[in-house]
């Protein structure tokens, strides 16, 4: 246990010493609903947005996306990265535990969706005077599942991606498509027939519905079931292909 | 008298079609400074890598500190210690970052600080790993490979891509590391380095060890013998044949040129004082362990 804080404390002065990783992170879903405030505001329209105002939408559906953003591309980035260096070989040979050596990984993951889902809160409440979330205890929960589901996703992609460049061209790749059809983009609403049904399949949207069902006050679908079904199904997968080098 | 640190008979190590290991065999003492030679592509890096079980190996029987890698190879890593080939730090991470990481590994290890002044390290600690010189990175490595005291290191081509003065520091560690008390395996293509530094040797080709021993004792073997010279103004100096050790010798004007084996030098030198001559640049003509490795590895190579 001292051992993945130490991993953790350190990935996470490494992250922060990374400023492109860190802006990337932390900044751009800000960028986004600032775009997405400045177009859409925030008046409830029935047909769209689960028939709740842009905002109220966009704001608990960012959530979301953070956790994709740094579970699908710095995470595997990371690690694809530390395996193609040796740094992986480099803590083999040294007995470090794989667990910790993944624990760490998804911990700061976590931490930093958290620290970038705290500031999207703070902003986006009093600058569109977004609704506060309906029960802070599933909110809770369910960023949870959420950050768990995509740091599982992100450790399998850094298990089996032989490079950080490809890990970042995969992640950047699977982040985008998800943020165009999988509600995080456009309004699910619009989008007709085979686009909705690749967003249906995407990970991000059921864990922006989960974020959305708890922040909202929705009734919660089988959305969240999908979300740590990812979380479980990665995770396995991962723990099978997990290579150190 | 305990087991010897390593024990390896008739390893076998195969990567897909590709036999790495065809028959290795060898033991290596405690305390002593082995040293494992061969060319590129020989089978020296799998060999060590198989022995810290990072590599599952095929076939024969491999002991480390008593213990088995295919199925102990957690506690022969957390006894070991190990500078590996393609391995390196994130080129962010600090020095003592580094260290406090590992040696959170073996809390019973050296401490930070005694790491850093042991490794000339001590105005490093805040540098960042992408910062060091080669050779600062290498001291990084010796000291990561030793946060938990080991009693075996393996050192797989620690000098690789240093300058020659960085060698030479390195080659200090590597005497450090064996007075502390640990036992060495060193894989290295560099000749002079294993002269320098290796009780035994073992070159390795294609796969089977060609040949194994002190480096003194291979080059007597496989050195084609020793040549003496020395120069003296018109003495008869027939007996020279009758000398100890003397094959044949042979003269040019007042130089002469002896061909023998061994310490053909010290029979030749005092004979020569016997008959009350003695010359002022007696000196004799090895071949290195550079040709000895040279001839066993194009001899027994693409035949």
């Keep these: 246990m001292r051992l993945l804080l130490k991993m953790t404390w ?9 400023p492109l990783t860190v802006l990337f992170a932390l900044v751009l879903p800000l960028l986004i609903l600032f775009v997405m ?18 905002m109220d939408y966009y704001l608990p559906a960012y959530i979301a996306l953070v956790a994709a953003s740094v579970g699908l591309i710095s995470l595997p980035t990371h690690m694809a990265g530390n395996r193609e260096l040796g740094v992986l070989k480099r803590y083999r040979a040294s007995s470090m535990p794989a667990w910790v050596v ?14 970038s889902a705290l500031i999207l809160v703070l902003v986006a409440m009093p600058a569109y005077e977004v609704t506060g979330p309906d029960s802070i205890p599933m909110v809770i929960a369910g960023f949870v599942v959420v950050a768990l589901a995509f740091s599982a996703l992100g450790v399998l992609l850094g298990a089996v991606l032989p490079s950080s460049r490809s ?19 456009p309004p699910p609403e619009v989008l007709a027939g085979t686009m909705a049904t690749v967003g249906d399949l995407t990970p991000l949207m059921h864990a922006v519905r989960t974020m959305q069902d708890g922040w909202l006050g929705l009734d919660p679908g089988w959305s969240w079931l999908v ?9 396995a997968a991962a723990v099978v292909f997990f290579r150190w080098e | 008298m305990a087991a010897p640190p390593v024990e390896v008979s008739h390893l076998v190590k195969q990567y897909g079609g590709f036999t790495a290991v065809r028959d290795i065999s060898f033991s290596v003492e405690e305390g002593e400074i082995f040293g494992i030679l061969g060319p590129n592509g020989s089978g ?9 079980g990072l590599r599952k190996i095929d076939g024969g029987q491999v002991r480390v500190l008593g213990l088995d890698p295919t199925t102990q190879s957690g506690e022969i890593r957390r006894r070991i210690g190990s500078q590996l080939q393609e391995s390196a730090l994130p080129d962010r991470v600090k020095v003592w970052e580094a260290l406090d990481l590992f040696g959170a590994l073996s809390p019973d290890g050296p401490s930070v600080d005694d790491l850093l002044d042991d490794w000339g390290l001590a105005d490093k600690g805040q540098a960042r790993f992408g910062s060091l010189s ?3 990175q290498q001291r990084l490595f010796v000291a990561l490979s030793l946060v938990n005291d080991p009693t075996l290191v393996f050192l797989d081509e620690m000098t690789t891509g240093l300058d020659p003065a960085s060698r030479r520091v390195a080659w ?31 070159v390795v080709n294609h796969g089977v060890v060609a040949a194994e021993g002190s480096p003194s004792g291979l080059i007597d073997r496989f050195g084609g013998g020793v040549r003496v010279r020395f120069s003296l103004d018109g003495q008869d100096v027939g007996w020279l044949s009758s000398v100890p050790h003397v094959k044949a010798w042979d003269r040019e004007r007042d130089k002469y040129e002896v061909h023998g084996d061994g310490p053909v030098l010290v029979h030749v030198a005092s004979s020569l004082l016997e008959h009350g001559l003695a010359p002022t640049d007696l000196r004799q003509e090895r071949a290195t362990l550079e040709d000895v490795f040279l001839t066993l590895t194009s001899e027994r190579g693409d035949t």
């Design chain 1, 102 to 115: 993944v624990g760490s990984q998804v911990a700061v993951t976590f931490l930093i969706s958290l620290v």
């Design chain 1, 167 to 185: 890990a970042q061209a995969l992640g950047v790749m699977l982040w985008f498509v998800m943020l165009m059809v999988g509600g995080a983009g």
């Design chain 1, 10 to 18: 350190l990935e996470l002065k490494l992250f922060l010493r990374e």
């Design chain 2, 134 to 136: 080669g050779g600062q």
């Design chain 1, 37 to 54: 405030g400045g177009v859409f505001g925030n008046t409830a329209d029935a047909s769209l947005y689960r028939g709740v105002g842009a």
């Design chain 2, 44 to 52: 020296k890096t799998t060999t060590v890598e198989s022995l810290q």
């Design chain 2, 172 to 202: 200090d560690l590597i005497r450090q590391i064996r007075e502390r008390g640990a036992t060495v395996v060193l894989v290295t293509h560099f000749m002079e380095e294993a002269e320098a530094l290796c009780d035994r040797v073992m």
């Design chain 1, 227 to 235: 979300v740590c079904g990812v979380t479980l199904v990665s995770g």
